[in-house]
Structure formats: structure tokens, C-alpha cells
């Protein structure tokens, strides 16, 4: 079993930060990629940031410049930075994983979500 804990979302106001983290345990062989997404109510759920094994990283075009994604390899971690924040990015948001488990099953798995608020 794999299991994903997110933290860090909240209220915050335009133009301030947070920090998101989501930590992975479990029966993980590998990871090959990260990913960060959010669901705004009434929408889709989006990609918002992703970060390789090998640490490239790419982001949707609303959020460049102001989110980074990050991870520490050793803890099974990833983070999300994100800057300069908007109304238009609350959402939840949900880390992903696409792993391979120490039984050598392949497939993504999720966290729980973490809720944003961008305010006044």
C-alpha cells in the first residue's frame, strides 16, 4: 500500500504564500514523477506543477512565475511554493504520484486534498 499525506493549505490573502507538502510512504520502489493539481468548484481538475525523476520541472501556464515545485528525494516528499497568490487559485489541491511499488505495480496514486483559499 502506498499512502499520500498532504499538508499546509489555508486561508491566505492576494498576494501572500503558502506552502504545500505532501509526504509519501509506504511500499514505494521507485517514483517517476510528482505532480501537484487543483479542482476549483465547478471545474475540472487541472495540472499545476509536475517534477520528473530526474528533476525537470514544468508548470501550467497560469501559474508560472509564481509556484515552484519541489521535492526532497530521501523523505518521498514534494512541495509546492506558491507566490504572489490570486483569488482564482482556490481550489484544492491534490498531490499525485506515479510510482512503482515494491511488488512492481505501476500506477498513480493520490492524496487527499489540501484546501486553498485566496481572500480578502
Known amino acids: 500500500q502506498v499512502q499520500l499525506v498532504e499538508s499546509g493549505g489555508g486561508l491566505v490573502q492576494p498576494g501572500g504564500s503558502l506552502r504545500l507538502s505532501c509526504a509519501a510512504s509506504g511500499s514505494i520502489f521507485s517514483i517517476n514523477a510528482m505532480r501537484w493539481y487543483r479542482q476549483a468548484p465547478g471545474k475540472q481538475r487541472e495540472l499545476v506543477a509536475v517534477i520528473s525523476s530526474g528533476g525537470t520541472t514544468n508548470y501550467a501556464d497560469s501559474v508560472k512565475g509564481r509556484f515552484t515545485i519541489s521535492r526532497d528525494v530521501a523523505e518521498k516528499t514534494v512541495y509546492l511554493f506558491m507566490n504572489s497568490l490570486k483569488p482564482e487559485d482556490t481550489a484544492v489541491y491534490y498531490c499525485?504520484?506515479?510510482?512503482?511499488?515494491?511488488?512492481?505495480?505501476?500506477?498513480?496514486?493520490w492524496g487527499q486534498g489540501t484546501q486553498v483559499t485566496v481572500s480578502s
Open positions: 499525485n504520484i506515479h510510482a512503482t511499488t515494491t511488488f512492481y505495480v505501476v500506477q498513480d496514486y
